[in-house]
């Protein structure tokens, strides 16, 4: 492997993943912190965090972040998930001195200036009216919080406009305290690095953070539920989903698969009977998605209002036949276009820098490319089907936005399915 870790005195792991082929390097600092790590009163927090990232420091203000980063031909970025927050820089091989430099100080000396906390919330403001005004983006959150009714992880990422409005300094020097901790911080490279020279920048630039232990997410239980959301639209937005996979239970890969083979591509059970005979939808696919300890399946389309009960009906006997009767091609092909989106995101440093960071955060090791394609390898037909049919099997979650009168609400749903 090309894989080198190592572990500071302060908790703090460094990872790099070298491609000597390459000029250029991808960093990352990845806090094991996301949205469902947050208390109620600080839903939103996490994402305020990477918003305040680039908007000054003791040593740099925000328009000097933006210049010398730039000055070197690089670029910054950030982003908010569930389970983690990063910090993305990508410069020349030679420049990694500058980026990881400039991530420490947005990351350890940030001043969260009053005034630019006030023009960023207003900015998160229009990021979440801009949510509201896309169904195809609102409808997931609505699913998440039916699927995880009054939990964390079931809370939409960006906050809420009454919460974001409330934060100030004490907030976050507070939400920073708890969670940015050496331990729960990963520091990534990819691409023209050299592992011995990032190890000692970070061990430098990153030692003001803090060595204790950071307080984990509450457990999540997967309840399901319906949120039916009328509004006048021209489409009816529909997710139904089920109980999923955690990253470490048994049955993941054959999760993942499942939903992959039933309805990941063009040629899917999903797509080929929804859209190509019957012409009910533009759009629809199914997924499933995994984290620390729960999971969730399911499905999305958008539809016309009328044709949203016989979409419902059709997608769900789709997925109720695949459990019973997936065939060895259809699995093949399943695991053929996971094994290159796996190999394609590899030839890409900042892949391959966030995806490291995330194995070891999850897994607590990096995962070999021959690892990952053998999980993938080792499934059999039983294997994804007998997902499949205990997915299927659970507790249904319906989330609708736009005209929903033909929408099958829960009960129905689940009807359906019955005796799989």
């Not at 950030?78 to 030679?94: D, F, K, M, N």
């Not at 691409?191 to 984990?216: D, N, Q, W």
């Amino acid at each position: 492997m090309s894989v080198e870790i190592t572990t500071l005195a302060s908790g703090l792991r460094v990872v790099t993943d070298a491609m000597p082929h390459l000029k250029t390097a991808s960093f990352g600092v990845f806090v094991g912190a996301g949205s469902r790590h947050e208390r109620t009163h600080e839903h939103g927090l996490s994402h305020l965090l990477e918003h305040m990232a680039f908007k000054g420091t003791r040593r740099r203000s925000a328009r000097d972040i933006a210049e010398e980063i730039e000055n070197a031909g690089g670029d910054l970025n950030a982003e908010t998930s569930v389970e983690q927050t990063a910090y993305l820089a990508r410069v020349l091989g030679e420049d990694a001195g500058l980026a990881l430099d400039i991530l420490a100080d947005i990351l350890t000396e940030s001043q969260f200036d009053a005034g630019e906390l006030e023009r960023e919330k207003g900015v998160i403001l229009q990021e979440i009216g801009a949510v509201e005004d896309a169904p195809d983006d609102l409808i997931f959150d609505l699913f998440t919080s039916a699927a995880w009714p009054e939990q964390p992880i079931g809370r939409p990422i960006l906050g809420t406009r009454e919460r974001v409005s409330a934060f100030d300094r004490n907030a976050i020097d507070g939400y920073l305290r708890h969670h940015y901790q050496a331990g729960a911080t990963i520091v990534a490279g990819a691409g023209a690095v050299a592992h011995a020279e990032i190890v000692e920048i970070s061990a430098r630039r990153f030692e003001s953070l803090g060595r204790k232990e950071s307080p984990a997410a509450s457990p999540a239980s997967y309840r399901g539920g319906e949120i039916l959301l009328k509004k006048p639209l021209g489409q009816t937005h529909i997710v139904v989903g089920f109980e999923g996979r955690a990253v470490h239970a048994d049955d993941h890969d054959a999760a993942h698969v499942f939903a992959a083979a039933a309805g990941g591509g063009m040629s899917s059970r999903l797509f080929q009977e929804v859209r190509e005979k019957r012409g009910l939808a533009y759009s629809i696919y199914s997924f499933h998605w995994a984290y620390s300890d729960v999971g969730l399946m399911g499905f999305y389309a958008g539809t016309s209002p009328k044709d949203a009960g016989e979409l419902m009906a059709a997608a769900l006997d789709c997925l109720a036949e695949a459990a019973a009767t997936l065939s060895e091609e259809e699995i093949q092909r399943a695991k053929a276009q996971m094994k290159v989106s796996l190999l394609t995101a590899l030839e890409s440093s900042g892949a391959r820098a966030q995806q490291v960071a995330r194995q070891i955060l999850v897994y607590g090791r990096p995962l070999s490319t021959q690892e990952m394609i053998a999980r993938i390898e080792r499934l059999n037909v039983a294997d994804v089907r007998a997902a499949g049919a205990a997915m299927l099997g659970s507790t249904p979650t319906v989330a609708a936005i736009g005209r929903t009168g033909k929408v099958l609400d829960q009960a129905r749903v689940a009807r359906r399915l019955a005796g799989i």
